[in-house]
């Protein structure tokens, strides 16, 4: 079975494609939305998603959120004194999907379609490639996040010409998009973005404006009662677009401080975020020659767009309502398991071309003449050059550079560097030319490279038409077997917590975490769940342990207000 995996971010989810059409699959918690946070504690346990992000208040430097922004970097995160790439705690994170997916279908999901960012370059996106191996999954197709949302609204199945501008704010990154349906191909045309803005500078917002009427000050507060603070914020974001007003407390140095917050204050506040907003939407049209007035819909995805001065922005802006039918934090998900059914050849669904760029320059090495009868060898012919639409192909001639020479070698490269040696070497082929002055005889040499990453080249000699072709697979360096297996072997120490007990840790970490927010008689009342929780965990009554957590979960529903 091949799944499509939305690896965002703040959050992730995994989906599937039915006779119905894609459905997002719900995770061992039974919630379709699985935050992209992993945690380690101590003893190399590891949690992911919800456990993890409750973790954060009471054990913070066990946690890591918001890798994705690190994907193929150096940058080490720390969890528990333990070292790890953002790549490897991606692959927690598709390891824990991978997993829930296979219960919930009762059958094996060996390989995955992963969406990526459009302006993710190589770099990152064989980091994603990496992450998914080390989850136990193949990952061969990888979609960008613009084309799966275009496609998750069926816009491929459209007939009509259309233009469309894919809005993504997520928790971190903004991207704007502007893709074309031009005679059934779905072709990105341009891309911009803001790599550090998102959701969280919304909830920041929030923050100053509590920290402002509550007169206090970010950097008195504990790290406890500012990740307390934060999450506090985080709700009033979210529900203040269907409020008037919200109210946000903060236990803080034993005292409860709280402050009222308005709709209208908020907008006033975020009005510099949103100007933000408005550069990439203009850089996206110019570089796609548009104005605000060709585009026939706009498409919300990433869960920011929830939020209501977004929306009211939009809509000013583009004098146009956008597209919403579909969940915006799922759409992308849903688009990446429609084309895992493309690339099944599921028969309901058609494939359609779609096309994406390429992040890198692909070409040849050639001998230049830089003077009458004076040669430089080594230096490199683009011949796909980086941002060139895909699927494509391309041609170049080169001729033969000695008399008499025999055979013309091509070697096949990928860089930015003008010298050959700089780049990346694929692999080559060597082609007969017949004897001949130099520079009367040539080859065409022709790349096709495709969104698998695939690429063909084919060389023709001009005067014969002899023809000789070759294809690369994956030129994006995939781990070898055995890298894969040792990196997973260094990692083995790393336990996953079995499934069934997910519910239940999830339960006391909140609990706990409560316990430490809370006073007086409330505490108490705390302390009494829990100890009878753990003691019936102890005794290990399953249907004791059930109606104990229920109860529990009451509790910390009614009570985990703001
Ligand atoms: P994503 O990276 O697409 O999962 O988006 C996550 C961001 O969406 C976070 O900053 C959330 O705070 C934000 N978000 C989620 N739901 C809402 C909502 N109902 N209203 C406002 N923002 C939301």
Same mark, same amino acid.
């Given at each position: 079975?091949?799944?499509?995996?939305?690896? #965002?971010?703040?959050?992730?989810?995994?989906? /599937?494609?039915?006779?119905?059409?894609?459905?997002?699959?719900?995770?061992?918690?039974?919630?379709?939305?699985?935050?992209?946070?992993?945690?380690?504690?101590?003893? !190399?346990?590891?949690?992911?998603?919800?456990?993890?992000?409750?973790?954060?208040?009471? /054990?913070?430097?066990?946690? *890591?959120?918001?890798?994705?922004?690190?994907?193929?970097?150096?940058?080490?995160?720390?969890?528990?004194?333990?070292?790890?790439?953002?790549?490897?705690?991606?692959?927690?994170?598709?390891?824990?999907?991978?997993?829930?997916?296979?219960?919930?279908?009762?059958?094996?999901?060996?390989?995955?379609?992963?969406?990526?960012?459009?302006?993710?370059?190589?770099?990152?996106?064989?980091?994603?490639?990496?992450?998914?191996?080390?989850?136990?999954?193949?990952?061969?197709?990888?979609?960008?996040?613009?084309?799966?949302?275009?496609?998750?609204? !069926?816009?491929?199945?459209?007939?009509?010409?259309?233009?469309?501008?894919?809005?993504?704010? !997520?928790?971190?990154?903004?991207?704007?998009?502007?893709?074309?349906?031009?005679?059934?191909?779905?072709?990105?045309?341009?891309?911009?973005?803001?790599?550090?803005?998102?959701?969280?500078?919304?909830?920041?917002?929030?923050?100053?404006?509590?920290?402002?009427?509550?007169?206090?000050?970010?950097?008195?507060?504990?790290?406890?009662?500012?990740?307390?603070?934060?999450?506090?914020?985080?709700?009033?974001?979210?529900?203040?677009?269907?409020?008037?007003?919200?109210?946000?407390?903060?236990?803080?140095?034993?005292?409860?401080?709280?402050?009222?917050?308005?709709?209208?204050?908020? *907008? $006033?506040?975020?009005? $510099?975020?949103?100007?933000?907003?408005?550069?990439?939407?203009?850089?996206?049209? *110019?570089?796609? #020659?548009?104005?605000?007035?060709?585009?026939?819909?706009?498409?919300?995805?990433?869960?920011?767009?929830?939020?209501?001065?977004?929306?009211?922005?939009?809509?000013?802006?583009?004098?146009?309502?956008?597209?919403?039918?579909?969940?915006?934090?799922?759409?992308?998900?849903?688009?990446?398991?429609?084309?895992?059914?493309?690339?099944?050849?599921?028969?309901?669904?058609?494939?359609?071309?779609?096309?994406?760029?390429?992040?890198?320059?692909?070409?040849?090495?050639?001998?230049?003449?830089?003077?009458?009868?004076?040669?430089?060898?080594?230096?490199?012919?683009?011949?796909?050059?980086?941002?060139?639409?895909?699927?494509?192909?391309?041609?170049?001639?080169?001729?033969?550079?000695?008399?008499?020479?025999?055979?013309?070698?091509?070697?096949?490269?990928?860089?930015?560097?003008?010298?050959?040696?700089?780049?990346?070497?694929?692999?080559?082929?060597?082609?007969?030319?017949?004897?001949?002055?130099? !520079?009367?005889?040539?080859? $065409?040499?022709?790349?096709?490279?495709?969104?698998?990453?695939?690429?063909?080249?084919?060389?023709?000699?001009?005067?014969?038409?002899?023809?000789?072709?070759?294809?690369?697979?994956?030129?994006?360096?995939?781990?070898?077997?055995?890298?894969?297996?040792?990196?997973?072997?260094?990692?083995?120490?790393?336990?996953?917590?079995?499934?069934?007990?997910?519910?239940?840790?999830?339960?006391?970490?909140?609990?706990?975490?409560?316990?430490?927010?809370?006073?007086?008689?409330?505490?108490?009342?705390?302390?009494?769940?829990?100890?009878?929780?753990?003691?019936?965990?102890?005794?290990?009554?399953?249907?004791?342990?059930?109606?104990?957590?229920?109860?529990?979960?009451?509790?910390?529903?009614?009570?985990?207000?703001?």
């Amino acid at each position: 079975m091949i799944v499509g995996i939305d690896l #965002g971010t703040t959050n992730s989810l995994v989906a /599937y494609f039915t006779e119905e059409g894609p459905k997002i699959i719900p995770n061992r918690l039974g919630k379709n939305i699985t935050p992209s946070v992993v945690s380690v504690d101590e003893e !190399g346990n590891v949690y992911v998603g919800e456990t993890a992000r409750e973790r954060m208040s009471l /054990y913070p430097d066990s946690v *890591a959120m918001t890798f994705k922004r690190s994907m193929g970097t150096d940058r080490d995160y720390v969890l528990s004194g333990k070292k790890f790439k953002a790549e490897e705690l991606s692959a927690m994170v598709l390891r824990a999907l991978k997993e829930d997916a296979e219960s919930y279908l009762g059958e094996e999901v060996t390989e995955a379609v992963i969406s990526v960012p459009a302006y993710f370059d190589d770099k990152r996106r064989k980091a994603t490639k990496r992450a998914g191996e080390l989850a136990g999954l193949k990952v061969e197709r990888m979609i960008s996040e613009p084309t799966a949302a275009a496609v998750a609204y !069926g816009l491929y199945d459209k007939t009509k010409d259309t233009r469309f501008l894919v809005f993504d704010l !997520g928790g971190g990154t903004f991207d704007v998009s502007i893709l074309e349906l031009y005679h059934n191909i779905l072709e990105v045309r341009a891309v911009a973005g803001d790599n550090y803005l998102g959701g969280e500078d919304f909830t920041q917002v929030m923050e100053k404006l509590f920290l402002q009427k509550a007169k206090l000050q970010l950097q008195n507060l504990s790290e406890k009662e500012q990740v307390r603070l934060r999450r506090n914020a985080e709700k009033a974001k979210c529900t203040i677009s269907e409020k008037e007003k919200v109210t946000i407390s903060l236990l803080c140095k034993e005292e409860t401080k709280e402050a009222e917050i308005t709709y209208k204050e908020y *907008a $006033d506040a975020c009005e $510099d975020l949103l100007m933000k907003i408005r550069e990439p939407v203009k850089k996206s049209l *110019a570089d796609a #020659g548009l104005k605000l007035g060709d585009i026939d819909e706009i498409l919300l995805i990433g869960g920011a767009t929830r939020l209501g001065v977004v929306r009211d922005f939009l809509i000013h802006l583009f004098r146009k309502f956008p597209d919403t039918t579909l969940n915006p934090d799922e759409t992308v998900a849903l688009g990446a398991a429609i084309q895992a059914a493309m690339k099944e050849r599921r028969e309901e669904v058609k494939e359609v071309i779609l096309t994406d760029v390429c992040s890198f320059t692909l070409g040849t090495e050639v001998v230049v003449e830089y003077e009458e009868g004076k040669f430089e060898d080594g230096r490199f012919c683009p011949i796909i050059e980086r941002n060139t639409v895909i699927p494509a192909s391309h041609t170049e001639r080169l001729y033969t550079v000695r008399d008499n020479q025999e055979k013309v070698r091509v070697r096949v490269l990928q860089g930015e560097s003008r010298f050959a040696k700089n780049n990346l070497y694929l692999g080559e082929m060597e082609i007969k030319v017949p004897k001949a002055p130099k !520079g009367q005889e040539s080859i $065409d040499v022709t790349y096709t490279y495709d969104i698998n990453s695939l690429l063909e080249v084919e060389v023709k000699v001009v005067s014969t038409g002899v023809t000789q072709k070759m294809i690369i697979k994956g030129q994006d360096n995939q781990m070898t077997d055995e890298e894969i297996a040792k990196r997973m072997e260094e990692l083995a120490y790393l336990k996953i917590q079995p499934r069934d007990y997910e519910e239940n840790r999830l339960v006391l970490l909140r609990a706990e975490r409560m316990y430490e927010e809370s006073l007086g008689e409330r505490r108490q009342k705390l302390d009494r769940y829990i100890t009878a929780f753990e003691a019936a965990l102890k005794r290990g009554e399953h249907d004791e342990i059930r109606e104990l957590r229920e109860e529990l979960n009451d509790f910390l529903e009614e009570e985990d207000e703001y």
